[in-house]
Nanobody, 122 residues
Framework: QVQLVESGGGLVQPGGSLRLSCVAS????????MGWYRQAPDKQRELVAA???????KYADSVKGRFTISRDNAKNTVYLQMNSLKSEDTAVYYC????????????????WGQGTQVTVSS
């Protein structure tokens, strides 16, 4: 079982940037598909960005062109670079790992981090 610890959240003004990090331990990180999800108050958790173990990526339409997901297998870490942040990006962001072969995480099985709060406000 993978343990995930997120960091990097905080308060940022609209138009600003943040980089979230998620460090994994307890298993072979490179075998896992990874994803960043978010949940705003009174909303369902949604996929923000995902990366396969082979490095393919996909994004929610609302963040395309602004967010970038990447992974460093040597550091057991997945990142989410968030630029041009908007108030609607405010949410708790969760890291997720799932063993899906060469596919994307599905958000069904696997492990979740504890979440990190991102607040975009002036």
């Amino acid at each position: 079982q993978v343990q995930l610890v997120e960091s990097g959240g905080g308060l940022v003004q609209p138009g600003g940037s943040l980089r979230l990090s998620c460090v994994a331990s307890g298993s072979i990180f490179s075998n896992y598909a990874m994803g960043w999800y978010r949940q705003a108050p009174d909303k369902q958790r949604e996929l923000v960005a995902a990366i396969t173990k082979g490095g393919s990526t996909k994004y929610a339409d609302s963040v395309k062109g602004r967010f970038t997901i990447s992974r460093d297998n040597a550091k057991n870490t997945v990142y989410l670079q968030m630029n041009s942040l908007k108030s609607e990006d405010t949410a708790v962001y969760y890291c997720h790992s799932e063993m899906t072969g060469w596919g994307y995480p599905r958000g069904i099985d696997g492990s979740w981090g504890q979440g990190t709060q991102v607040t975009v406000s002036s």
